[in-house]
């Protein structure tokens, strides 16, 4: 059984935590970094350019790429 919590910055129901790794799900906006003039910080995310539903964000249980080598 997964948990959602409901209390977030993305607002409520917007992560899912996975109990077989732990992870956090949540959807994801992708940008390109440009130069910057108006922010504190040497570049600024430009206006969206993809977004990756949550289920495309982490590894599935099912992944052959699970694993942990120390």
Known sequence: MNMTVTDTPKDEGAYTLQRYNNQARSEMTLAN???NDSWDAAIKPSDPIA?????????????????CSL
């Open 33 to 35: 970094g440009v130069p």
């Open 51 to 67: 977004s990756v539903p949550a289920d495309q964000t982490i590894i599935p249980e099912s992944s052959s790429e699970m694993g």
